[in-house]
Every structure is written in structure tokens, then in C-alpha cells.
């Protein structure tokens, strides 16, 4: 009996380990539940040869914004947007449903992405001073990133990596280190080389006689027209001009005195100047059009003494230029970037850190009908260059159309943050109805249509190519937010996009906003940016939705609940206002609350309202107490409400309340139901009192202890379990409602049929209501009665009840469905945290169960999290997610178990607590404050995403030519360091770095010199030439000569993983015995 157990739930042993997504800790054994069948005859269902075959969890995408990013990189070749984060997991987007992720192998945070140009690659480095290279194509030739090969740079700290480039002609990759030396090494991390760019080496060439220490490099910028120009900044503001193809120093930019360290660098687009950005918030404009009289110049867009750091710059234009920070310190509070255009000077107060910029050009387009599709088929009138900042922060991803003095945004097809508001409710539905589909469509364009009013309408990251077209099911997400709105998303393919958004905090009245002042108009400071984690009245706080038809149904951490019904127009809704007291009033007095924790008021009962949904009704559950379940049968006007002291049934065609019944025990002493102050309370409170006289940002710094005698609250932050809520002792007990659900009529005792409304509660307690409803011509007038069944169904106690349900057979009743009327065949599903129990309707018995059980030392902590109805392949199951992240599957009525797989991470208890499931068999969850896990167990609601990127290597073309003129005296000189190991001690590399690994200067400086023929200069007679003979120079004229590492080296290298997939094939190895002359060698 064991082994056919196991053998069902997952064809093995229970000690086999599961599969481990999203690098999961080591997990212990999932439970297994155990089916205990009644005498009587079990009820046949469907099956096939092998039922496990309906049911396959497979991994979808992730929806949102990544969390914790820490750079980002843009391909303009593939036009493909990287990202890399903090956690360590790299992103790819493309144009819309062009998406790629993966991990690297350590939780490590990534620090620059380098895409290559000659093939469908990606170098990645890691703060743990790891290099690893993706290829984004699989063996099969498939989009997928895999990583191909695994280097740790060998050294100390003087050679942690800070900065990596790549060479023009896509051979090798510059990275620059902490000890201020650049290392040329080979892409497929086979060599590197002795000879490196380092400040001693540049100026012994050069013949630079300053004894200044550059410090660690900090930039590493390739010229925009002239590609074989490396310009390396160092921290003290010493900065190298190198030509990349000969690795020889062309010029050395000593420091601007009174300027304060190196921070970053930019080049301008035609290539004969650059600016580099500084610590004491100054910009240096360097004109090098001429190397042997270089100018620089210096300047401050504000006035002021003290000024914030400058960490990133770009220069995208003759008079445009874009840097983040800046400007004075008491001027703005916070992050901020500054655009400049001409005389124009706008400064943006962003809402956290910037972690990267770019700007891309992009065509503009005369047409106005929306965002060019994902098959890219609209064409556009007329076409204008434009440019578009790229904006990438801590808490989300900006695009601004750079046409000063709007900035308008763009609108994305993705990168949104879900999390401008913590989440803290979430509803998941399939096939929407479709006119609640268009009203979402229509109403949500026409506000999106306000806020981004870029002019500029076509997406300009279209990379890849979709094969085949998006599914066409209504799927949509519902979030509620801290900050008391509502978002609909649409989640039909890999990219979610926003649809609507209710705002209901504009319906009640809150505390006084005591945030900071808006800046005044001279300031030139406008604020951008969604991101806004502070919430003023935490009685706003979304608890609960519910999407019946198109009735929507909110409830929030106060108490209220308000009853939205659909509208496309504008209009003036009068709301109904019906209070709902769950306790005597001698009661409510023991659970006094403090003056802010009591009843939200509407600021009006008549108020305009924006097409969408609007407001029709609101119900105040006294005490005030979150809302924890909603329920709603919109063909009777009838609305359930259940909260931690009861629930209520409200009429809403009569706008009154038709019964409230409590579940609070009045018999408990006063003091067990004080409410406990959360630190994220008490951190709210002290910001209120501290913002009287400082602004809402600095006050973020300050928190403030729990009164004594009071302890913190250990209760879940994530969604579902609001901090804050009330808790009792830990040797006492009180039930609350948390799960409600209308039933069409079913026959509970006798021959009669009603509608039943089913309540569960925290302790596991089932409360059955019969329901009378008078005849349509007569329900305005007579009132809905309501009446308790007197039948336990209560078997197990101390445990809550995720699921209630109707079974007419093996289907699951809906409350618009009528079943056989008094038929044998009808159960109720109750799934309770630690079993799954199958009843028989009219009798009470039970007929099956399936408890979910665990060694003894997790007894306590294992429990199931979710439970949801499943339809899948036309057979009725139910899913259970469990405390240890597996997902079973049960069939009903019978409870066998069908299926089991490793879904969650059991340590993310916010993911598991918000898990949802819909009857086809669509899963999601928050597996991070800003974005949402989706896996899918059905065929029917699997997204079939196909999808190419380009391979082909891009062309490179060197319009511009550096000429290098020498002595013959310095050449000799010269030719003599490069073929010997010249003794200059920070650029010489150790015999056991240097062993096997040795990569040889691509072109012989010398060889080419003498090709040139150029005699009688100097070191110092270096100048720059445009030369139309060499414009069409292609890189097959530029050889590249790399010496890599034989089979048996390669074998012995410590520091090269392999990791799939085999070596790239190597020439023959180069040694340093070569009786060939270096000349030879070089060309």
C-alpha cells in the first residue's frame, strides 16, 4: 500500500530529492497524505492510463521587477536590455514576450554585464571577482542562457575587478582593478597577457615624468567613432588615452587640481572630446581633438558649497547631457538626476538610488494609435531621431523621452513595479467575462494615455523575434496595495502590463499629509516615479478582493468594504452606507480602540468618479477589524463579510444588513485583547511626529522602541496577515472568519432546497446558513431570511479552513449551478491545514480524508498553506500547497493522490502564503516583494512562448585611425619592452599568473610602425587623423594573435571551469621558445 502511494504521488522514493528551482535550500521530505476510504461504494471518476500526465508543474516566467537590481547593460546590436541583480540572477528582455533568466552559481551580487559582438554571448562579472560567460543560445540552437564557462581572476585585492570593456575587435576583454592595473584577457578566459595598460607602463613610454600614484581604475570607455581608442580613468582624476588594437599609450591626462576624485566618464558622440564627472559634484570637459594641446573645463550647473557626489554621467548630445546627483546637499533630499540641454537645467527628485543609465536613439513616429505591436507589422508615417533615458533604479525602471522642460514618459511593455505599494492582497482569475475584459481595456488606456505622454510611441528594445502569437484568454491579476489601490493586470502572456487602477484612498478622509512641500518653480526640481512604500493610515490597507462577474468586492484593514460596479462614463456616485456591529456594545467597550484605529469616514456620500470602477456601497464591520474573507452571489444582491470577530450578510438591493454573527468569546478577560504595537507601527508614528519639523525622508532613520512590558510582533509581514492585527495571548484562543462561500440550493436536511452560505474559521469551526430569498417581484419589499443548519460539520478542531466546497459528483457547484436535488451523490469539500475531508452532504458523515502528516520534530511547524478547486484535463481534484513547498494534488470525491512536486521554497513564507491557483490550473505567487512567480499545472493555461534572437556577428568598421609617430631611438626602445619582460613592478605579472596563461599583444607596435614608415618624432608627437584610405578597414584586416592555452595547460588551470558544452578549439600554443622573430609572430 506504501509503495502504490509513492509510486502515485511521484513515481519513487520520498528520499529521492525534488527538482530545486530558484536555488531552494535543501528541503526536507515532503508529507505524505494518507487516504482513508469509508466502507461504502467510492464514486467512479475519469481516468486514463496514466493520470500523472494531466498534471505537469512546469515554470512559466516571472512578473514584475526584479528585485534588488544592480546593473544593467543595453545590446545595441541584438537591441537586447540586460539586468543584472544583487540575488545574482541575470534578466534578458527583447520586445514584448522576448524575455530569458537564469542564476548564477553563487548568491552573489553582479556588477557589469558585457554582451559580446561577435557572438550570442554575454560576459557577466560577479562581486565575488568571478567572471562567467552565458551563451544565449542552447545546443539545440533554442534562446536560453547557459553558462559556458566559469573564471576566478587570480590575485589578491589588488585585483578585484572593478571595470571590464571589450575590445573592438571582439577578441578579448580589458578589465581594470582595484591596484590600477588593465589586463587584456582572451573572451573564452583561455590567456592573458603580461603586457597590460598600467600608468607605470604608459608613462615610461610616453616619458611622463609625474610620480603621482592614479589610484584603482574606475572607467573603462570605448570611443563611439573611433573604436580602437581606450580611454582608462583612474580614481584620483588621472585619466589614459590607449590604443586598444596595439595596446600603446597615446596620451596621459594629468588631474585637474582642485577637482575631487574620479567617479565616471563619457564620451561624446562624434569621438573628439569627453567629460568625466567628480566626487565634489563638478564635470571636466575635455577637448582632445588635438593630444599635443588637450583642454579641459570645468563646471557647476547650481551654486553652493557643499554638493551631492556625481556617480553616473552620459553625454548624448552638442548640448545635452544627463548625470545623476550633483547639486547642492540642502537643495534636494534624496537621489535625483539633472538633464541639461542648452540653457535648459531640469533636475528630477527620484524615489531611490540609481543603479544605471543609458540613452538610446530611437525613432519617432507621427502616428498616435498606441505602441507598435510585438510582431512589429505597424509601420509609422514619418520618422524622427529621438532619444530616450533609460533609467534604471533601485525599486523600478524609468523611461523619459529627453524633450526638455516635460520629460515625458514612455510606456513600457514591461519592467513595472508591482510593488510602488507593498502588495498585501492578491486575486487571480481566468477568462474574464469579456465585456469586464473591454471596460478594463478602454478605461485602463485612457489613464494610462494621461500619465505617459511621450510623444514617441514605438518600443525602442525590439530585439528577438516572436515565432508564434500571444494566447487570447482573459487572464487577469488583481493586487491591493498598502496605500488602499486597486490594480488590475493583464498577465495573457509573458509580459504583464497594467489595465486599471481604483485609487480608493481619494473616497475617504486620512490623516493631514505632513510630507515635505512640494519644490517651489525656481528651484527647477520636479519629482518622477511611482515608487512610494509609505503608507499615512494603515486602516487603508487592501486585506481582501473579490471579482464575481463584474462585481467587484474590497475589504481593508479598518473594517470597511466597499462594492464597486462597472461604468465607462463618468459620473456622480451616491454610495450607501450601512454600519455592520458584530458585538454587543458592551463588548466593543473591552476592545476600545485608540483614537486612529477607529471607524474611516467617506469624505462625501456623493462623489465624481473617473470611468472604471466605481463605488456603490460601503460596509463597516464594528469593532474595526481587517477584513478577512469576502463572498458575494451578485444574482441574489447578496454580499458576505467576515472578519477576526464574525461576518455579516448585507442586502444590496435593500442596503441593509440581514444578520451579523459573531464569533468573539465575551468571556475573556479585558487585557488579553490589547492591541500590540508592530514595529512597523511605532516606526509610522515616530515619522508622523518627527515630520512636524523635518521632511518625510530624513525622518526614515528614526524609529522608536515598543513601550515596556510590550514585545514585538513576530506576525507575517507578506501578504494576507497585515501588521498590526490584533493578537492574542499565546494561551488563549479566538476564532475568526476565513473562508465564506455561496452555494446554489442543495438539500442539507429533508426535501426543501436553499441557497447556503458556508462560513470557516480559523479554529476549523464550518457554520452552514440557509437562505430565503422572496420572489423577484417582491424583493424590494420583503426582507431575506436567514436561518443556521444544526449540523456539525466541524471534525477538526485548532486548525483553519483554507477551502469550502459543493461536490454534485465530481463537479464542483458554482452558486449560479443547481445540482440533482437531493441526490446521494453531493459531498462537501473541507480543506483544513492539516487534512482534506470529503462529507456526505445530507447526512454529515464523512466518506473520505486524506491528513497531511510529518515526523515529529516539524509536527508542530508542517501545516498546508493554500487549497484550490482544480478542473484539469476534465477530471476534479483539489491542489494543496504545504509548509515545505510541495504541491499535491488529490482526486475527488475519493482524495487519491494524483501528483506531487516541489513548487516554493519552504523558507519563503510570504510565497507560500500568497499562492493562488484558478480552476484551469494558472499558479502565482509573490516570491518577492516586487515580483510574481508563475507556474502553470495544466496544458491549458501553459504559456507556449517562442522565440529568436540574432546571431550574426556584427560588422566593425574603423572610420578613424590613430597615427603613432616614433624616434627610431623610442622605437627601439620600444620593440625591446614589448618582445622582454620589462621589470616595471605594477605591471609585471607573477610567475604563477602569468604560467600558461599568456595572451600576446595583438598587433607588434613596431611592425606597425615600421609599415608606416614615419620617422623623426618623438614620444610626444602623437596626433590624431581621420584617414579616408583606412574607412573602410574592416576587422578581418586587424589579426588578432592569441596565445592559448594547450589541452594539457588548460587541463591544469585551478582557475577555469568548464561548464557545458565543450572548449572552444584553440590554435596551436605560441610558446615563448619560438625561434620565429616577433615581428613574425605579431603579423
Known sequence: MISWLRHAFGGGSHSDPPPIPDR???????????????PEKRV??????????????????????????????????????????????????????????????????????LPLDTEPSVITLCSDNVLYKWSMLDEQGNPQLQVQRVYQFPGGLAKAITVMALCPTGECIFV???????????????????????????????????EEVPGEVRALEINPTSPEQLLVGYEHGYLELWDSLKWLPLHIFSAVEGVGDFTGASWHPTGHSFCTCHVDGTIAFWDCTDLNQPTVET????????????????????????????????????????????????????????????????AQSDMDSGMVDAAGSAEPLSTTMGKILLLLLEHEALFIELRLPDLPQLKPPYLYSVHNSPVKAVDLYNKVQPDVWALLQTTGALQNNSFYRASN?????????????????????????EDGSIKFWDIRSVSMCPMLAICSSEYFEQFEDIRSPSPTPQQIIRSIGLWDPRADDDRLIVTCIRLVGSQLLVGFQGGQSLMFKPNNQSATCSVAIIDAPLMSAEDQRKTARRKWEGPIMLKSDKMDCSPGYQPELLVQLMPPSQVTALASAPELNLIAIGSNYGFALIDSVQNQLIMAHSTFDASMPEANYHRLQSIRKSFRQSMRRFNLSRSMRASQSVSRSVRPGQERSRSFRGVGAAAGAIQPDAGLKRDGVRSLNFTPPICLSGTQTHYTLWAGTHLGSVLPFNIEVPNPSQRH?????????????????????LFLGVLDGCHLLEWTERGNVGSRGQYLVVCTEDQVKVDALQSGKRKYKARFKHSAHLENDYRLMSANFLKVGGMASVMCLDSLGYVH??????????????????????????????????IMYLRSPSEFGRYSIGEETSLDVQFSIPTKRKPLTFKQSVVVTMSPETKSEVKNELVTDHKIEDSKLTEDDASGKQLISPVAAIAEDEKDNVQGSTPQDVTMATSQDQSDKTVEEVKVVVHKLSEEDRASDENLVTISGSPVTSPQSVTSQDSRSFEERAL
Open 24 to 38: 531552494a535550500p535543501v528541503k526536507p521530505t515532503a508529507a505524505t497524505p494518507v487516504a482513508k476510504p469509508a
Open 44 to 113: 467512479d471518476t475519469p481516468t486514463t492510463e496514466n493520470i500523472q500526465d494531466r498534471f505537469i508543474l512546469k515554470k512559466q516566467c516571472s512578473h514584475g521587477f526584479p528585485l534588488a537590481p544592480s546593473c544593467m547593460t543595453f545590446d545595441n546590436f541584438r537591441k537586447l536590455l540586460f539586468i543584472g541583480t544583487a540575488t545574482g540572477e541575470l534578466r534578458v528582455y527583447g520586445r514584448p514576450g522576448v524575455e530569458m533568466s537564469q542564476l548564477h552559481d553563487e548568491v552573489t551580487r553582479v556588477v557589469q554585464i
Open 176 to 210: 581594470g582593478t582595484l591596484g590600477g592595473v588593465t589586463y587584456p584577457l582572451d573572451i573564452s578566459f583561455d590567456g592573458m597577457s603580461p603586457e597590460v595598460l598600467s600608468w607605470a607602463r604608459a608613462r615610461h613610454i610616453l616619458g611622463y615624468e609625474g
Open 299 to 362: 563646471k557647476k550647473h547650481y551654486e553652493g558649497e557643499h554638493f551631492q557626489e556625481i556617480h553616473h554621467v552620459l553625454w548624448p548630445g552638442d548640448n545635452m547631457l544627463v548625470f545623476s546627483g550633483g547639486i547642492p546637499v540642502d537643495m534636494v533630499d534624496g537621489d535625483n538626476i539633472t538633464v541639461v540641454d542648452g540653457q535648459d537645467v531640469v533636475t528630477l527628485q527620484l524615489t531611490s538610488a540609481v543603479r544605471a543609465m543609458h540613452v538610446l536613439e530611437v
Open 457 to 481: 510611441k514605438v518600443w525602442p528594445i525590439d530585439g528577438g523575434k516572436l515565432l508564434i502569437k500571444e494566447a487570447t484568454s482573459y487572464d487577469v491579476l488583481i493586487t491591493g496595495h
Open 781 to 801: 419589499e420583503k426582507p431575506v431570511n436567514v436561518h443556521p443548519v444544526l449540523k456539525d460539520y466541524s471534525k477538526r478542531k485548532n486548525f483553519g479552513v
Open 889 to 922: 494534488v488529490l482526486s475527488l470525491p475519493d482524495l487519491k493522490p494524483i501528483y506531487k512536486k516541489f513548487c516554493v521554497d519552504p523558507t519563503d513564507v510570504a510565497g507560500q502564503r500568497s499562492l493562488l491557483c484558478t480552476t484551469l490550473g494558472l
